[in-house]
């Protein structure tokens, strides 16, 4: 056992990967402030420390694009929700957003060759993403107008997108499809650091709602409150006597009181717990992000919160990588996964020594040590 206050670098169990995962592991090279990442082995939930800045928010980037298998929408999402667009006004007056798509490559460099490369260690379902320059696009400014993309050009990066995945053939922005876009795609959501709305939270529990997934999700729910809540539902009119549309809120029905009470007044995290209960429903089968997990979670339920999370990820078949810069987050974290033998959490250290990013890991057997001796993993 180590001392308190020293740092415990210790590679993951020996055991195979876990082949059910859509990523057993995780490697990333040249995908925006990543040079290369290497994240040897990824649990049923992954949670992700470190400093702000260090990249942790850059690898759930990375997963997103990945698992849209390289779209551009989503390679324009992304770059939207990192301020890496701008809006400017077209000849026809009217609106439109434009990306940096040079923003996509490690120190926007798309000149040398190469690729971004985004997959599992064994290269098997790789994504690779490569810039085309105007000169080495494979056809002409006047080929027919079902060839030419259909928004606008990328003034600031003037490029276009080679995108190849695993053995599918690559797909070039503006020609034809040569394969089903969707057809290989895995659901991924995103959870954002800002709480949630009722109004998100309403929109979640609307398409679970009558579903076995509403019922999963009550009981998650239950886990984190001290009262029992028998049903919970968006409540109140959709348009007040002025006309003007507001939004409904979420009440539940809890056991022994006779009245609606309002979900987030049943203590710290319940609207958050929800939510995230909520989307794990919503992406069973695929990946759920989150980024800085710990917002809004009180520390005294840190650990019920994990074990939530932990038990509905394994239940409903999702893969789910989180952010967290919180000590509390990490002892939680770390009393769950080693309450819950079943299931399979990893905790990296996401650090940067000079130029280069380390995962550093934490095994299950390591983390609950790490916990009580105040081992520093942030």
């Known amino acids: 056992m180590e001392p308190p206050g020293r740092q415990v670098n ?18 990333i090279k040249n995908f925006r402030g990543i040079d290369e990442l290497t994240i040897p082995r990824l649990g049923r939930v992954t949670l992700l420390a470190g400093k702000n800045g260090v990249g942790k928010t850059t690898v759930l980037d990375a997963v997103r694009v990945w698992a849209d298998r390289g779209l551009n929408s989503v390679h324009d999402l992304v770059l939207h929700d990192r301020g890496d667009s701008f809006t400017t006004i ?7 957003a434009i ?14 060759g190469e690729a971004i490369s985004i997959g599992p260690t064994d290269d098997s379902n ?27 050009m990328d003034v600031l990066g003037n490029i276009r997108l080679e995108t190849h995945f695993g053995n599918l053939e690559p797909r070039i922005e503006g020609i ?25 939270v309403e929109q ?15 009981e998650a729910l239950n886990l984190i409150t001290d009262q029992e809540v028998e049903r919970v ?55 759920l992000l989150i980024d800085e997990a710990e917002n809004g979670i009180h520390h005294s339920i840190q650990a019920k919160f994990w074990k939530m999370v932990l038990q509905t990820a394994q239940r409903n078949n999702v893969q789910v990588l989180a952010t967290t810069h ?28 000079t130029e280069r990013l380390r995962a550093v890991p934490y095994p299950e057997d390591q983390l609950l040590i790490a916990a009580k001796h105040g081992i520093e993993v942030r």
């Not at 080495?136 to 928004?151: E, K, R």
């Not at 529990?205 to 997934?213: G, P």
């Not at 939004?247 to 710290?268: E, N, S």
């Not at 509390?328 to 250290?349: H, I, P, S, T, W």
């Open 126 to 152: 790789t994504l690779q993403i490569r810039a085309l320059l105007p000169q080495a696009w494979p056809f002409s400014q006047n080929s027919p107008s079902d060839w030419q993309i259909s928004s606008p």
């Open 10 to 27: 210790a590679m993951p169990d020996a055991k195979p990967l876990d082949q059910s995962l859509h990523l057993p592991s995780l490697v």
């Open 99 to 112: 990306v940096d798509r040079k923003a996509l490559f490690k120190k926007r460099l798309i000149s040398s």
């Open 204 to 218: 979640h529990w609307s398409e679970v709602a009558l579903t076995s997934h509403e019922d999963k999700a009550l």
């Open 176 to 200: 034809p499809f040569v394969f089903d876009d969707g057809a290989n795609a895995i659901g991924c959501n995103l959870m954002g650091p800002n709480g949630p709305t009722d109004e998100v």
């Open 90 to 96: 077209g000849s026809d007056t009217e609106k439109k």
């Open 326 to 353: 919180s000590w509390d987050c990490v002892k939680g974290f770390a009393q769950a996964a080693n309450e819950l033998e079943d299931v399979e959490g990893m905790l990296y250290r996401i650090q940067r020594n």
């Open 233 to 287: 539902a968006a409540l109140g009119p959709p348009v007040a006597s002025s006309g003007i549309t507001q939004p409904r809120r979420m009440m539940a029905k809890v056991t022994g009181v006779d009245y609606q009470v309002p979900l987030r007044t049943l203590g710290d995290g319940a609207l958050r717990t929800y939510a995230v209960a909520l989307a794990l429903a919503k992406s069973s089968g695929g990946f």
